[in-house]
């Protein structure tokens, strides 16, 4: 697609499900970010994918959070038994190769009841 | 510990005006920094970016100025119109990028 597509791009859940996030990042671009940016406040770096190396996970807030990018595009983001602080936006952010700029998508605005 | 701080959460200005957003920065090893316009419900949309051997870069109606001597970072649009209303992010990239809080600009008309 033209731009990093997000779904749901709203997701409400109760306490102690899980859900999961999808990104398709731009065609051809190796790096995809995930961030959380609570109600007025900035972005929380979550976890970084570049090509087929390891993902830096250091912005992970507890084990409860994971994510995967399968054949080098489409990411999900997994929170598990979700609590009611883990209600944000999150966001999610494609980079071609060596690029320091990251596009956006939309995100997922995640209501934990 | 170190941050990217912006020093006011909100900035009004009449149509017209320029307007000035700053950020300030305390790791002197960041190299490169981007501002970021985010619209209400939208993602962060690029505006400008400045690597740190660079004082100044123009853009369309925008301008970024670096002080590398006091950490700071501003962003200066001119004749501001009624789309520029959003919240302003810079961010310095370090290992990754690293976001301020923001300033939400409001244009009155």
């Known amino acids: 697609g033209a731009g990093v597509s997000q779904s749901p791009s709203n997701k409400v859940t109760e306490k102690g499900k899980d859900v999961e996030l999808r990104c398709d990042p731009i065609?051809?671009?190796?790096?995809l970010y995930w961030y959380r940016q609570s109600l007025g406040q900035g972005l929380e770096f979550l976890i970084y994918?570049?090509?087929?190396?390891?993902?830096?996970k250091s912005g992970l807030p507890s084990d409860r959070f994971s994510a995967e990018r399968t054949g080098g595009s489409v990411s999900t983001l997994t929170i598990q038994r979700t609590q009611q602080e883990d209600s944000a936006v999150y966001l999610c952010?494609?980079?071609?190769?060596?690029?320091?700029?990251?596009?956006f998508g939309a995100g997922t605005r995640l209501s934990v009841l | 510990g170190e941050s990217v701080g912006l020093h006011l959460p909100t900035l009004s200005v009449q149509e017209g005006d320029n307007s000035i957003i700053n950020c300030a920065y305390s790791?002197?090893?960041?190299?490169?920094f981007i501002w970021y316009k985010q619209e209400s419900g939208k993602g962060p949309q690029f505006i400008i970016d400045?690597?740190?051997?660079?004082d100044k870069r123009q853009g369309q109606r925008v301008t970024v100025l670096l002080n590398k001597t006091v950490k700071h970072l501003s962003l200066q649009i001119a004749a501001t119109q009624p789309g520029d209303s959003a919240v302003y992010f810079c961010?310095?990239?370090?290992?990754?990028?690293?976001f301020g809080s923001g300033t939400q600009l409001t244009v009155l008309p």
């Open positions: 400045i690597r740190s051997n660079m």
């Open positions: 952010a494609s980079s071609p190769k060596g690029g320091d700029i990251q596009y």
């Open positions: 065609s051809g671009h190796t790096a």
């Open positions: 994918f570049q090509g087929n190396s390891a993902p830096d």
């Open positions: 961010a310095e990239k370090r290992r990754q990028l690293t």
């Open positions: 790791n002197s090893a960041s190299d490169y």
